[in-house]
């Protein structure tokens, strides 16, 4: 009994020494600073620290801050944009790469090779690929072609969104491509051998197996592209710096603008928290699906 | 008993422990950059003997800056100065989250425009008293630039130099035009609408492929041309030192509709990213906008035959737009009277040698270094060194700089065409109320 329960106890110390060093960090480095964020939110805050206790005013403040909803707006606008853009594009991918090849494993490691490229590089590869005026590959490529206008990719309103969120597609495809090739190796070759037999042709095959049956993969792609997009930031910052005007500030930087150029620490923490809720309500979502699914 | 496992748990966090000690120690350590940039500014320890002086001078100016410290070195001053190179786009969080920890430098830069601010987060001190104990002649400096920066009565900073932005032209290809008079120099009317025809024709007169203008249309550089042309029109300030704003909308939107109307009509090139390579690469512009920074690189360009002047009047006062570099003594917790006032020798000693300054493109504050021979003889500066009497700065507030972002990006979004003149006002003026709330 003794001995038992020694060993019971002496697990636990290890299984603990093992959790530590994640806990440590894990308090420090994030549950410290989220509880460090609220309480700076509850003042006027700038970069030389405290200024004075304002209770709610931060918040009440970015409820009419027409520029916060701004910055919002164009986020949820990349979200719509670019998360059905990536799934379609990673699963048209996925099913190319995905063929009896010769050239299936080039396929993939082309189609994957941006992923990791770092949001720097290719933020400057669409700036330079954009130039107007013939100096970009583009604009060079449509003077080839004999056309005479100039097209400015990141002045006109809309299609400064499509070459932000073709650069993200274009960069981060591959990863979700990855996830659908190998959702599409789960599925059992049987299933299709069967329906050939009884006649169905390859797009009815497409229609009535595969992508049913890619219908979780989908689902996580989904959140996991939500998620991101929510916090889309560094590669709008590097293409266009919210511009033009405005038209493009996702909300992380009107909250870094307000931060370090405006030095409004608390401010910028209150916005944080709102993000935050979104954040938690899609994760909340995303957790309550895969326990749907694995049910 | 001990569990072996026991053992090798202890002896894994041990050198954790270990590893964290080691890069605690390893972050004390000075980190520079190829370009000779310090990354960790606040790891260096002044000497006894030594003011640290960060700068945020890079490039050209950098080594000219770093020149004059050698120089003031050499004179075997009681303390000697360490000039510590910061990265430019960091400059001002490092210095401000340093000062508020006590680990700021002896010695700082400051922009004029960012002055109010500095103050106002209490990173910078009065001078009066140092520059008093050894007796700081004040009127050695430009006085327009010392009022921006003086707040409350109190001196904050000296100025070193003012840095404006002028009108630079092509030689070879207006001489080609038959654009330039007998003394082989461009007259550019004083007046709107004449300049604006002027340009026309000078469109007119150019080989298709040469821009008449090169300028970008988003950025720093437009709003600076809007600034200039406001006050030219006799604005009142944008905001004044209470936080009022005072914006007049008609001659705002008057300028910005004239401003446009280069671009629409072909006179500046809509969209150029990279305006200077257009002027630099000898047949792409026949004039060009911008800081007088720009001075010594065109200089060391082989072939270049360049000439330049101070921003035309085209609306009756002459106003410019410019920005100054100042020297400024940031917070430290001893608050060393010896210290600050060997800092003022320092300052003292550039500013009577800022001949040196100069010739980084600078119009230098110190007005005998202005009135001196060595200064006329300078090629080019002295065609524009009078704009600085005429430069127009913010009236000292701590919101100047998100201000200014904020009307760029407004005047930004206007000349893509997004918005008209007026939407362009009035988004400026709600975006000056959130940022001053």
Known sequence: MSTKRRRIWRNDLVALAFLLPFTVLYVV?????????????????????????????????????????GA??????????????????????????????????LYRAAYFTPNLLSVSVISFLTIYMLQP????????LMKTLGMREDVFFLRDPQLVWVSIVGATAWWTCGYNMMLYISALQDIPD????????????????????????????????LLLQLIASFKVFAQIRLITNGGPGNATRPLIQYIYESAFDKNRLGYAAAMSYALFLILVVLALIQLWMTRETER | MKHPIFKKLMGLLLALALLATGLAALAEEVIISESGVVENPEAIVAGENELIFWSLFSGGEGNYMEGLVEQYNATNPKMTVRNVKLNWGEYYTKLITAVSVGKGPDIGISHIAKLPELHDQGVVLPMDEYANAMSFDWSQVNQNTLEAATIDGQVYAVPLDTHPEVFFYNKTILREAGLLNEQDELDLPQDADAFYQFMLDMKAKLPEDIYPLALSSAGDDPWRLVWAMYYQMDGAPVITSDLEI??????FVAVLDYFKQFYDNGIIPINLEDFYSYFMNLRGAATF?????????????????????????????????????????????????????????????????????????HVVANVNVLASEEFAALPYRSDYADVANHVVFFEPNPYSYPIRAAMIQQIDAFLAGNQTAEETYDNIVLEIEEITF
């Open chain 2, 289 to 361: 906008i911008t800081g007088v920074w720009a001075t010594s690189s065109l200089e060391n360009i082989e072939g270049l035959e360049f000439g330049v002047q101070s921003f035309p009047v085209l609306f009756g006062k002459n106003a410019q737009w410019g920005d100054s570099h100042t020297f400024i003594l940031p917070v430290t917790p001893q608050k060393d009277a010896e210290r600050m006032t060997e800092a003022m020798k320092f300052f003292d000693f550039v500013s009577k040698n800022s001949i040196v300054w100069a010739s980084a493109g």
């Open chain 1, 133 to 140: 005026y013939g100096m970009g590959f583009i604009s060079n």
């Open chain 1, 190 to 221: 049987q299933l299709y051998e069967a329906a050939a037999i009884d006649g169905a042709s390859p797009s009815r095959q497409l229609w009535s197996i595969t992508l049913p049956l890619l219908k979780p993969t989908t689902l996580l792609i």
């Open chain 1, 72 to 105: 919002l707006w164009n986020t949820t606008k990349f979200v719509l944009y670019s998360t059905p853009t990536i799934i379609l594009l990673s699963l048209g991918l996925a099913l190319l790469a995905n063929r009896r090849s010769p050239l299936k494993r």
């Open chain 2, 246 to 251: 005072k914006l007049e909308k008609d001659k």
């Open chain 1, 29 to 69: 480095f994030t549950i410290y600073p989220v509880g460090q964020g609220i309480y700076m939110s509850l003042f006027r805050w700038g970069l030389m620290g405290k200024q004075g206790y304002i209770g709610a005013d931060n918040y009440a403040r970015f409820l009419g801050d027409r520029f916060f909803w």
